[in-house]
């Protein structure tokens, strides 16, 4: 009985030392970046032994837990048959927030889904537009969040805000695409910097920016075909 309690005590302190030495490692990454305006919403032990996943409002960026180092870029995860960046993991779930403002089109049958950054004043974007009917009879469902790259305020930020308004959002950016005026909407309350935002965290320099389900972001227009291939390597 002796023995059993003596044992008990050990696990107790091995598993107090632990909670003790995260909460630590969490206060002294937390007061280093404090240093440097840096404004840290999470913390999380990456895959790599003594170094940290830390989410801040500017994107992922990864620190040692003493708060000496600080690494920001992409990690590969080496044990599958190619190199697979998983970066941009921890920014699905700020993705998957916004699910009810997306424009989507769902596949019949669903083998993949894609989240895409777009802009209705880019050609690429447009004729990435284009294939989505080809891309969902090939499995493909297609999410849209918005992306005006001269902004929110701007005059295409308004016009996109419009078509996310629309009761027929999917026709409004078809149409967009193809040219045609936008219905202006009076009262539109849609806010799509919040579309940015998060799309800024993905380090998204233009559009279209197509981020995968595992987080890996892909920019530019690849042909329907070539998409479908990078899905099914995955």
Partial sequence: MKHKLLLLAAA???????????????KVIRDTLKKYDMHVEAIKPSPIVGL?????TTGIVYMTDDGKYLLQGPIYDMSGKK??????????KKVEALKN????????????????????SCGYCKKLHESVGELNAKGVTVRYLAYPRQG??????????????????QKALTQAFRGE???MIDGCKIDLS???????????TGTPA??????????GFPKPDVLIQLLEQK
């Fill in 83 to 92: 190199p697979v960046n998983i970066s941009n993991q921890p920014l699905m």
């Fill in 152 to 169: 929110a305020d701007s005059d295409v930020g308004k016009k996109m805000a419009s078509i996310w308004c629309n009761g027929l959002p």
């Fill in 210 to 219: 197509i981020v995968f389900a595992d987080g890996e972001m892909l920019s």
């Fill in 12 to 26: 107790c302190v091995a598993t107090f030392t632990t909670t003790v030495y995260g909460a630590t490692e969490e």
């Fill in 52 to 56: 940290n996943v830390v989410e801040t």
């Fill in 181 to 183: 005026e936008v219905a």
């Fill in 194 to 204: 919040k579309h940015m935002d998060v799309g800024n965290l993905f380090k998204i």
């Fill in 101 to 120: 403002e997306m424009i989507i089109f769902k596949a019949p049958q669903e083998k993949y889904v894609i989240t895409v950054f777009t802009d209705i």
